[in-house]
């Protein structure tokens, strides 16, 4: 099994907390899910800070590995004090960094990605950067001191899953020992598939089962997908080819001349 | 003073960030705070003082994908 910052998981399936219809239909859903990792988040507290108090308590009970992000930072400086914030109150180095770039596509700012990356390694974080299939932004992020990858499969939120099948090749080809998980856009089992048939080491989705109309079989739909795929991965499969070849033995076929 | 808390104008007698905390109901809750968009780690919130119109951020846990 692959490590991330030397943590093994027992999944390949990392799940948002996000969006759930009620805090039950999330918890249902992780349970199918079998994820081991639960993406969390920071976000302004009102009222002397019981709504905080009870989201703690909920993914207490999840017994998952917290992975907080810094979703919705724009800036460098936004995204570093986010990230301080999420370690002191989920008490973890793991950090999943978000730095958008733009308000219409939730792409990645890929030079304020490795301005922060470098900033917050230097303060011991473990950074998962969110970031796209670009191989030179990657190793940037590798030089800044990431040791995981988070490219993304297509914008976040929008389930149009492996948009750039290329790209995503050649990086996963060009760095086959760095960690990757594919993050975002994904929409179905079958485009998780795809990404643990190419190599990925694991996927990170959120709406797709929080939007399902059944987030719970979604949710273990995921995860029997994830496991397919990275069974496919590893059983080195066949090379596709132009022409038919009959799979059933041509010798010994009746009515041969 | 006048200080902003979560994006919203405040009239305060809190001279620093555990005071205001306090103030404002946080006292026993965990929550993580930032004066003027740089981290106040919690052990630091008795010594940092407040000036007129900073901006506070005061957050919590929250679901996020």
Redesign the interface.
Known sequence: MTDFYGVELGSRLMLGTAQYPSPAVLAEAFRRSGAGVATVSVRREAGGGRAGQDFRDLIARLGVRLLPNTAGCHSVREAVTTAQMARELFETDWIKLEVIGHADTLQPDPFGLVEAARILTGEGFEVFPYTTEDLVLAERLLDAGCEVLMPWGAPIGTGLGLSNIYGLRSLRAHLPDVPMVVDAGLGLPSHAAAAMEMGFDAVLLNTAVAKAGDPAAMAEGFARAVEAGRLGHDADPMEPRDMAAPSTPVLGKAFLE | MKITV??TLEETTADTLADLLIA???G???????VN???V??TMRAEKKLTDGDRI?????????
Do not use: H, M, W
């Open positions: 979560n994006g404002l109901g946080y026993e809750s965990k929550v993580a705070t930032a968009e740089d981290f780690p919690a951020e005061i957050v919590a846990p929250r679901q996020g994908g």
